[in-house]
């Protein structure tokens, strides 16, 4: 079975004059009906004054549902022996 991958496109406030410097790739993976990857790309800028601004995960209800998804995998498996 192959995994689907999912992209969410993250973007960030700069300042004027930064130059988008593309975008950096962060992968979650989780198991729902179907293995699923989740790609966040990431915008990455580079300031005028030379700092490099990278927009900022926001995982949140992505992180509860993958920890509540191997929780209960967990506790079906003790079940099961």
Known sequence: ??????????????????????HESFFIQDLELRPLAIRFRRERWLTPDGRTVVAPLRLGSTVILAQRCAASCWRNTIRAK
């Open 1 to 22: 079975m192959g995994v689907a991958i999912e992209d969410r496109v993250l973007t960030v406030a700069v300042p004027a004059g930064s130059r988008f410097k593309g």
